[in-house]
């Protein structure tokens, strides 16, 4: 039974590579249009990759027999190959013969194109008497938005009156509009119909703010998705749901133009509802809203308060002087800070977390609100650790130097370092040391514990006492 169904919806199923614009002529059923005052409910679905899925539902009086159906409102950067339409009153009675996508669309310079060659009629306020006067004149070009009229026997152009159209040309239409060639045996006097496409010119992203207490231990997070509708079409009361994960997709059409929103530093309650989906995870607006075109929304994700922080300090150490003296060359590191936090039930969240930015704040001894640093994190599963880079320490700095290199065989070396840290500040900290090291290598001796933290980084904890320093060695063996 289920494969008969999907057998016939992907009969009913119209993808159409290539789209001629024309009107369907008229058959023995007549023509039917459909506006968007038609709709019963319509869902959007937006990808992260600047692609939206509609699915329009309208309830329709079409006559059985052939006929062609104007259908109307529908997005600008609709792909047409995408369509599909269906009747559900009586699944299998509507049948589409032909399928044409017309976006010729009402516009002054389009509407002057269509009457080159063609005869209007100009208006233009007369100085002396202060009336409106009427001259006909015929259109010969209107290249570069410039009309060229010919007057009687005379040519000009830059006319300052308005001018006067006597009707809207047979191949102009206001909005993008489907136009189907259907085939109907439905007998009764209406039916619902269901219309679903893949458009260009939506995405959406998550924005997060965090603010840190005064101790750094604890933090309060909000997030917001930012819907951003390019798609030019208008999408009232809809029911909204997006779509978190990398969704392949051939390259084709893209025209994505992102709008950046407002971020808000508190957030309401959270207003979508998450399942997983797929391989993918979808989020579901609780109500319907209105995305309107050429605009950026914003909504509530989620708030997580008081979620425990962790923060940490790290210098990233030499990496590119393994394979040789570097002679008696002292370099100076950045120490960088970060926190972490875990997305898990226990630590106030366990939801998904839509790649985004995190924003990151603090208030100050004044109780004014600063920033304090930014990092992208990508996709991110519950209870896995969420870690951001926020900038560089100003009160700690280290120094790197290479204190010995030799050849201990014709494939094996050792290297030597120290590094030697200076805190600043007024209270005791650990430095995370680590660095990439290349070959089959093994740690000799360190002046703290030492780990292999992988095949190529090695990871060093080194506590520094407040307004103290601290120097820290290490020995590695490499065979190449």
């Given at each position: 039974m289920k494969i008969k169904k999907l057998f016939g919806l992907c009969v009913t199923m119209l993808m159409v590579g290539m789209v001629g614009v024309f009107t369907c002529p008229a058959h023995a059923g007549g023509t039917s249009v459909s506006k968007a005052s038609d709709q019963t409910a319509l869902e959007v679905t937006v990808y992260n990759n600047n692609l939206g899925l509609v699915k329009d539902r309208?309830?329709?009086?079409?006559?059985?027999?052939?006929?062609?159906?104007s259908f109307m409102d529908v997005a600008e950067q609709i792909n047409p190959a995408t369509v599909y339409i269906r009747s559900l009153t009586s699944p299998g009675s509507l049948a589409v013969l032909e399928q044409n996508y017309e976006y010729d669309l009402?516009?002054?310079?389009?509407?002057?194109?269509?009457y080159v060659g063609q005869e209007v009629k100009l208006y233009s306020r007369n100085p002396y008497t202060d009336k409106e006067e009427t001259v006909t004149a015929r259109v010969l070009s209107n290249a570069g938005g410039s009309p060229v009229f010919q007057i009687g026997s005379e040519i000009t152009f830059g006319h300052p009156g308005r001018i006067i159209f006597p009707r809207i040309p047979d191949n102009?239409?206001?909005?993008?509009?489907?136009?189907?060639?259907?085939?109907?045996?439905?007998?009764?006097?209406?039916?619902?119909?269901?219309?679903?496409?893949?458009?260009?010119?939506?995405?959406?992203?998550?924005?997060?703010?965090?603010?840190l207490d005064e101790e750094d231990r604890l933090g309060n997070l909000s997030g917001w998705v930012t819907v951003n509708n390019q798609s030019g079409a208008t999408y009232a009361n809809a029911t909204l749901k997006l779509v978190a994960g990398d969704v392949n997709r051939v390259p084709e059409?893209?025209?994505?133009?992102?709008?950046?929103?407002?971020?808000?530093?508190?957030?309401?309650?959270?207003?979508?509802?998450?399942?997983?989906?797929?391989?993918?995870?979808?989020?579901s607006l609780q109500h319907p809203t209105t995305l309107?075109?050429?605009?950026?929304?914003?909504?509530?994700?989620?708030?997580?308060?008081?979620?425990q922080i962790k923060k940490e300090y790290r210098l990233n150490n030499a990496g590119d002087i393994y394979y040789e003296d570097a002679g008696d060359r002292e370099t100076r590191?950045?120490?960088?800070?970060?926190?972490?936090?875990?997305?898990?039930e226990a630590n106030k969240m366990g939801m998904p977390l839509p790649k985004g930015i995190i924003r990151t704040y603090k208030y100050d001894k004044s109780n004014s609100l600063q920033f304090t640093g930014e990092d992208t994190i990508q996709h991110t599963p519950k209870d896995e650790a969420v870690r951001l880079k926020?900038?560089?320490?100003?009160?700690?700095?280290a120094t790197s130097k290479q204190t010995d290199w030799k050849k201990i065989s014709k494939d094996t070396s050792e290297a030597s370092f120290k590094v030697t840290i200076r805190n600043h500040k007024n209270e005791d900290i650990q430095i995370l040391l680590s660095d990439s090291v290349p070959g089959d290598w093994r740690i000799m001796e360190s002046s703290h514990k030492a780990v292999k933290a992988s095949s190529s980084l090695l990871e060093m904890t080194v506590p520094v006492g407040k307004a103290g320093e601290t120097v820290a060695t290490y020995r590695v063996r490499m065979r190449f």
């Open positions: 309208r309830h329709l009086a079409i006559p059985p027999g052939t006929l062609s159906l009402l516009n002054p310079a389009r509407l002057l194109d269509k102009l239409i206001s909005r993008p509009s489907l136009i189907w060639l259907l085939k109907n045996d439905f007998k009764g006097k209406a039916q619902d119909i269901e219309v679903a496409y893949l458009t260009g010119g939506m995405s959406w992203r998550a924005d997060y703010v965090l603010v059409y893209r025209n994505e133009r992102v709008a950046r929103g407002v971020m808000m530093d508190t957030a309401a309650a959270p207003q979508f509802q998450e399942e997983s989906f797929f391989e993918y995870h979808l989020y309107k075109e050429r605009s950026t929304k914003q909504i509530s994700l989620l708030t997580a308060p008081e979620i590191r950045k120490v960088s800070v970060s926190v972490e936090f875990k997305n898990t926020l900038g560089d320490v100003f009160d700690v700095v």
